[in-house]
């Protein structure tokens, strides 16, 4: 299965801050998936990021807060803006791995102040 | 609406028993359920994938079970250890190009 590299693995922020989090996978994959899960909560899909197309957001989720890159098959990045406390959250990336099984990566733990 | 539920939210268990998970979902028509284990402040490591059309799945210690009919799936751990102590997670794909999250349980083996 596919091995995925997460950067930062976590981090503090200043509220009004903007933080990028790197996605790199070490083979290609069509489709790559961000998910939040906040603390005591299961995991909630943000987008799908697909190569070549603006990625598909979820309901609750704007790509104003939460800009999505994909510049090839191999690499995603998340930004999540304009940071308030709510955002403190660790933030995933997965990749779909053949009949839809998803690998995750290790996971960007974000804590606002 | 697609909801996929863990029950119970904690388990503490001795070193050396048997246990099973739960995990329902409301929908019937899925295309496949995945078992995943999660370290605290860490990521995701798969179990066992069930396909839609499997009834159960092994894999050393850990078996999956599923039941469409009645939305149910269980894991059952054998001769539980300390290093099995994680929040193990259901995810269900209901056919629309996502998993859908259950809230977890969180197993402590005691021992």
């Known amino acids: 299965s596919a091995v995925i590299s997460q950067k930062p693995s976590r981090d503090i922020c200043q509220r009004g801050t903007s933080l990028t989090i790197q996605c790199q996978v070490d083979?290609?994959?069509?489709?790559m998936f961000w998910y939040r899960q906040q603390p005591g909560q299961s995991l909630t899909l943000i987008a799908t990021?697909?190569?070549?197309?603006?990625?598909?957001?979820e309901s609750g989720f704007v790509i104003d807060k939460f800009p999505i890159s994909r510049p090839n098959l191999t690499f995603s990045t998340l930004t999540v803006s304009n940071m308030s406390p709510e955002d403190s959250s660790i933030y995933l990336c997965?990749?779909?791995?053949?009949?839809?099984?998803?690998?995750f990566g290790a996971g960007s733990r974000l804590t606002v102040l | 609406k697609q909801e996929v539920t863990q029950i119970p939210a904690a388990l503490s268990v001795p070193e050396g028993e048997n246990l099973v998970l739960n995990c329902s979902f409301t929908?019937?028509?899925?295309?496949?359920l995945q078992w995943f284990r999660q370290d605290p402040g860490k990521g995701l490591t798969s179990l066992l994938l069930?396909?839609?059309?499997?009834r159960e799945q092994t894999s050393g210690r850990l078996n999956a079970s599923l039941d469409k009919s009645s939305g149910r799936s269980t894991l059952y751990i054998a001769a539980s250890q300390p290093g099995d102590s994680a929040t193990y997670l259901c995810?269900?794909?209901?056919?629309?190009?996502?998993?859908?999250f259950g809230t977890g349980t969180r197993l402590t083996i005691i021992p």
């Open positions: 069930i396909q839609s059309s499997q």
């Open positions: 997965s990749v779909g791995a053949g009949a839809n099984v998803l690998t």
């Open positions: 990021a697909n190569q070549g197309s603006e990625a598909t957001y």
């Open positions: 083979s290609q994959v069509t489709m």
């Open positions: 929908d019937s028509a899925i295309y496949n």
């Open positions: 995810a269900v794909h209901f056919g629309n190009e996502k998993l859908t």
